[in-house]
């Protein structure tokens, strides 16, 4: 029964929203009015009180009662932040912004935009979590008016997702944060304490700058199919963000690990990189640590890091 009545109020929010963007405000408000119902009736859910929200605050929008959609923005912006939904977070900063605009309090929206990405910078530094795209979500909620069946299969899209790089297809840092904890399990029972390699593009914002960010984007998609050729079945090969990725070995302790990560900087180097532009050539320099007693991943990956740095650090002199 509860699953019954999230799905009909999940139905009900979206033919909601489209009846609030043909401007029918009517329509689109009983539609949020009976989401909230069916909230009543069964287990609150939290995602479909997000989404009524969200669907209120557009009516106000439309209708252009100010204090009434800041209202709904700030209550859907606390409901997401407690439940630690960053997708919801990141909408509700968005809306905000886009309805101080419309009012002209274009420093307010701004301070709003400002403050979405500090959040995203906050979250990088204590949790080493990954910034997805909110943008696309929010158009994705937008142009789908989806049946019971299909809302079950968006989730799986969308779990799917979550775990996975857009851009290079690799696993995120969802996903390592996830499998981190299985992977320090195993090896303390077969005795082997795994390793992981940290792998930075040497001067990458030079890259960028002299040769534009799609050749940038290229250059990390080539270089996720050079990580993936050298993991085996068990290990996970992670863009962690940026020009930053990792390669969790689940089968190799630090000194086999230390000799792939010297295999994968030759890879990289003798890879043919011309093929995207002339002139072009990319170096990676990576750090090696094995795993400890106690480990967390960000203890784990802080050594990795360290690691990288004295690497780079001894090349760039090297080579002078």
């Known amino acids: 029964q509860g699953a019954y009545l999230k799905t009909q109020a999940m139905l009900g929010l979206g033919d909601g929203f489209e009846a609030c963007w043909l401007g029918d405000l009517a329509v689109a408000q009983s539609h949020a009015d009976f989401a909230q119902a069916a909230e009543t009736r069964g287990d609150p859910n939290p995602s479909v009180t997000l989404?009524?929200?969200?669907?209120?605050?557009?009516?106000?929008?439309?209708?252009?009662?100010?204090?009434?959609?800041?209202?709904?923005?700030?209550?859907?912006?606390?409901?997401?932040?407690?439940?630690?939904?960053?997708?919801?977070?990141?909408?509700?900063?968005?809306?905000?912004?886009?309805?101080?605009?419309?009012?002209?309090?274009?420093?307010?929206?701004?301070?709003?935009?400002?403050?979405l990405k500090q959040r995203e910078t906050d979250l990088r530094h204590a949790a080493l979590q990954q910034r997805e795209e909110r943008i696309e979500w929010q158009l994705q909620a937008r142009a789908s008016r989806a049946t019971a069946r299909r809302l079950a299969q968006?989730?799986?899209?969308?779990?799917?997702?979550?775990?996975?790089?857009?851009?290079?297809?690799?696993?995120?840092?969802?996903?390592?944060?996830r499998m981190v904890p299985e992977l320090?399990?195993?090896?303390?029972?077969?005795?082997?304490?795994?390793?992981?390699?940290?792998?930075?593009?040497?001067?990458?914002?030079?890259?960028?700058?002299?040769?534009?960010?799609?050749?940038?984007?290229?250059?990390?998609?080539?270089?996720?199919?050079?990580?993936?050729?050298f993991v085996r079945e068990g290990d996970v090969p992670v863009r962690l963000g940026g020009d930053e990725?990792?390669?969790?070995?689940?089968?190799?302790?630090?000194a086999a690990a230390h000799g792939l990560a010297q295999r994968i900087q030759d890879a990289v180097e003798t890879?043919?990189?011309?093929?995207?532009?002339?002139?072009?050539?990319?170096?990676?320099?990576?750090?090696?640590?094995?795993?400890?007693?106690?480990d967390s991943l960000q203890s784990w990956l802080h050594r990795c890091d360290v690691g990288m740095y004295v690497e780079k650090d001894t090349r760039h002199q090297i080579l002078g």
Not at 79 to 85: F, G
Not at 164 to 173: C, H, P
Not at 188 to 207: E, N, Q, T, W
């Open 51 to 115: 989404m009524e929200l969200w669907l209120r605050a557009e009516i106000a929008w439309a209708a252009q009662d100010w204090p009434l959609a800041e209202y709904h923005c700030h209550r859907m912006m606390q409901l997401a932040m407690s439940i630690d939904h960053e997708h919801m977070v990141g909408i509700s900063y968005l809306l905000l912004a886009q309805i101080l605009s419309a009012q002209g309090k274009e420093r307010a929206a701004q301070a709003q935009l400002r403050a």
């Open 154 to 177: 968006q989730a799986q899209q969308l779990e799917q997702l979550a775990m996975e790089d857009s851009l290079t297809g690799l696993f995120n840092r969802r996903y390592l944060e």
């Open 184 to 229: 320090l399990r195993k090896g303390a029972d077969r005795g082997l304490s795994p390793a992981m390699a940290f792998v930075d593009v040497d001067y990458f914002k030079r890259i960028n700058d002299q040769y534009s960010h799609q050749v940038g984007d290229a250059v990390l998609q080539e270089l996720g199919h050079i990580l993936r050729s």
């Open 245 to 254: 990725f990792v390669v969790a070995f689940a089968h190799v302790d630090e």
């Open 271 to 294: 890879h043919p990189w011309d093929r995207l532009r002339p002139g072009l050539c990319v170096s990676v320099s990576v750090g090696v640590a094995g795993a400890q007693g106690g």
